[in-house]
């Protein structure tokens, strides 16, 4: 590919352009008609509401029971009482209905920006809290069970709903709901620790062309980052970046350790993370391995196809901010087959896409990685900026051995049989280093460029 330029500048566009129109669609926002519709949900006997008033603010709902009118509880909205509460990815909105008693009648949800494959059971989360009083503690994983692989959430979402109802009980119904629990710092030192030791394998892994270590990290990122804690870069981080809605740092550090070391690794030594931290390409070289073991037939197209082929996983990135830009959240990224495999949550379209890519990795190395990745392309794109390159830096005998034994097809050769290599494509790997018969393949520093 030739236009990367063109697509660098699109991506700028694109991505600036969904930022400032969301602005101005907040600005314009009202969700009153949401929680007007969300506390009817929450007290569903009442038959008549106050306006939201007071301190903290409320609802008062009534009943016309037996000819006389009656209090019927009360309604909040958790973002109105606690506003220091964020979900994972911004505000989870929710309407809390009280009955007199302070018991809990019902949780319905005005507005979130959670990841839809990781707050799929969320209805029936918020179940738990009816029939409960404020007066209660609602610890995580003790009296409440929280959202499989969204804990984040979950205990947002928990807090939120304590704090608020007893708030709202104290200071509205005069009651004595107690003082909520401390919130529980998250110890997130050995989860930052380890996310640290899998980039600093996949950093020796490049810089010493080491394929033991490189497998390492690999394996690493596809165990831990994967099936533990279902986290990785995702387009998803790009969309919520875009429109605003970016963690704290005390709640969700490892939220900042990932992006930090993603574009930290890129910028100086290439694209390390595709390459060797990956959860889903390491799942991907697996199931290529295992395709080679029983001899399955390797899938193969024209050259010029495949290059079109790859303009596939751009559009998929411009696709994808433009919507989630549109809608104001992240919900469109949730077509990234490597977040519905690791998260468990698919509708059946969802899981039929997460077949067939990873059909087509035993046919093709990286398939997902090569064709369709908005995440890779996005990386792709900053590798262009990156300090350290794969380049020639010694003699050529233009036998094309780099060529066929790159795995991501980002090696072509000149007129003069001398390796080209797309930058936005290399995932250092280092097997065109290390496969060179003149040793002149390097991971080398650049000092300039010609384009």
Same mark, same amino acid.
């Given at each position: 590919?030739? =236009?990367?330029?063109? &697509?660098?500048?699109?991506?700028?566009?694109?991505?600036?352009?969904? /930022?400032?129109?969301?602005?101005?669609?907040?600005?314009?926002?009202?969700?009153?008609?949401?929680?007007?519709? @969300?506390?009817?949900?929450?007290?569903?006997?009442?038959?008549?509401?106050?306006?939201?008033?007071?301190?903290?603010?409320?609802?008062?709902?009534?009943?016309?029971?037996?000819?006389?009118?009656?209090?019927?509880?009360?309604?909040?909205?958790?973002?109105?009482?606690?506003?220091?509460?964020?979900?994972?990815?911004?505000? #989870?909105?929710?309407?809390?209905?009280?009955?007199?008693?302070?018991?809990?009648? !019902?949780?319905?949800?005005?507005?979130?920006?959670?990841?839809?494959?990781?707050?799929?059971?969320?209805?029936?989360?918020?179940?738990?809290?009816?029939?409960?009083?404020?007066?209660?503690?609602?610890?995580?994983?003790?009296?409440?069970?929280?959202?499989?692989?969204?804990?984040?959430?979950?205990?947002?979402?928990?807090?939120?709903?304590?704090?608020?109802?007893?708030?709202?009980?104290? !200071?509205?119904?005069?009651?004595?709901?107690?003082?909520?629990?401390?919130?529980?710092?998250?110890?997130?030192?050995?989860?930052?620790?380890?996310?640290?030791?899998?980039?600093?394998?996949?950093?020796?892994?490049?810089?010493?062309? =080491?394929?033991?270590?490189?497998?390492?990290?690999?394996?690493?990122?596809?165990?831990?980052?994967?099936? &533990?804690?279902?986290?990785?870069?995702?387009?998803?981080?790009?969309? =919520?970046?875009?429109?605003?809605?970016?963690?704290?740092?005390?709640?969700?550090?490892?939220?900042?350790?990932?992006?930090?070391?993603?574009?930290?690794?890129?910028?100086?030594?290439?694209?390390?993370?595709?390459?060797?931290?990956?959860?889903?390409?390491?799942?991907?070289?697996?199931?290529?391995?295992?395709?080679?073991?029983?001899?399955?037939?390797?899938?193969?197209?024209?050259?010029?196809?495949?290059?079109? @082929?790859?303009?596939?996983?751009? #559009?998929?990135?411009?696709?994808?901010?433009?919507?989630?830009?549109?809608? !104001?959240?992240?919900?469109? @990224?949730?077509?990234?087959?490597? #977040?519905?495999?690791?998260?468990?949550?698919?509708?059946?379209?969802?899981?039929?896409?997460? /077949?067939?890519?990873?059909?087509? @990795?035993?046919?093709?190395?990286?398939?997902?990685?090569?064709?369709?990745?908005? /995440?890779?392309?996005? =990386?792709?794109?900053?590798?262009?900026?990156?300090?350290?390159?794969?380049?020639?830096?010694?003699?050529?005998?233009?036998?094309?051995?780099?060529?066929?034994?790159?795995?991501?097809?980002?090696?072509?050769?000149?007129?003069?049989?001398?390796?080209?290599?797309?930058?936005?494509?290399? #995932?250092?790997?280092?097997?065109?280093?290390?496969?060179?018969?003149?040793?002149?393949?390097?991971?080398?520093?650049?000092?300039?460029?010609?384009?």
């Amino acid at each position: 590919m030739k =236009n990367y330029r063109v &697509l660098n500048l699109l991506f700028c566009v694109i991505f600036v352009s969904g /930022a400032i129109f969301h602005v101005f669609r907040q600005m314009a926002s009202d969700d009153t008609g949401k929680e007007l519709a @969300a506390r009817a949900a929450v007290l569903p006997k009442a038959s008549e509401f106050s306006s939201k008033t007071g301190t903290p603010p409320h609802y008062q709902a009534y009943t016309n029971e037996s000819g006389g009118r009656q209090a019927a509880g009360i309604a909040f909205v958790t973002t109105d009482v606690t506003p220091d509460i964020p979900g994972y990815a911004g505000p #989870i909105k929710l309407m809390v209905g009280l009955d007199p008693e302070a018991v809990i009648t !019902g949780v319905a949800v005005i507005s979130h920006s959670e990841t839809p494959s990781y707050v799929v059971s969320l209805e029936d989360f918020l179940k738990q809290f009816t029939g409960r009083s404020v007066k209660d503690a609602f610890t995580l994983g003790k009296d409440v069970d929280g959202i499989t692989r969204a804990t984040i959430s979950s205990e947002a979402i928990a807090r939120a709903v304590e704090r608020g109802g007893k708030k709202v009980a104290t !200071g509205i119904l005069g009651l004595d709901a107690g003082v909520p629990a401390a919130a529980q710092p998250r110890l997130a030192v050995t989860e930052i620790l380890l996310t640290v030791f899998i980039f600093g394998l996949a950093v020796t892994a490049a810089v010493t062309n =080491n394929h033991r270590i490189r497998w390492a990290a690999l394996l690493s990122g596809l165990f831990y980052l994967g099936f &533990l804690k279902a986290t990785m870069f995702s387009v998803v981080q790009l969309v =919520n970046v875009q429109l605003g809605k970016i963690p704290s740092w005390t709640g969700h550090p490892l939220w900042y350790v990932l992006l930090g070391l993603t574009f930290l690794t890129i910028l100086v030594w290439g694209n390390v993370y595709c390459g060797s931290v990956c959860p889903f390409a390491g799942l991907q070289d697996l199931l290529y391995k295992l395709g080679k073991n029983l001899h399955v037939e390797k899938f193969s197209v024209s050259p010029n196809l495949e290059r079109k @082929a790859r303009y596939l996983k751009f #559009i998929v990135l411009f696709s994808v901010l433009i919507m989630g830009a549109a809608i !104001g959240k992240s919900d469109p @990224a949730n077509i990234e087959a490597f #977040i519905l495999f690791f998260t468990f949550h698919a509708s059946r379209l969802g899981w039929l896409l997460v /077949a067939l890519v990873l059909v087509a @990795a035993l046919l093709d190395q990286r398939f997902w990685c090569k064709y369709l990745c908005p /995440a890779g392309a996005f =990386n792709g794109l900053l590798a262009r900026l990156s300090l350290y390159k794969v380049r020639l830096d010694g003699d050529c005998g233009g036998c094309a051995a780099c060529q066929k034994l790159c795995p991501i097809g980002a090696i072509t050769m000149d007129a003069q049989s001398r390796p080209v290599i797309d930058d936005p494509e290399c #995932i250092v790997c280092g097997k065109c280093i290390r496969g060179c018969p003149e040793a002149g393949l390097q991971l080398t520093r650049m000092t300039h460029e010609k384009k």
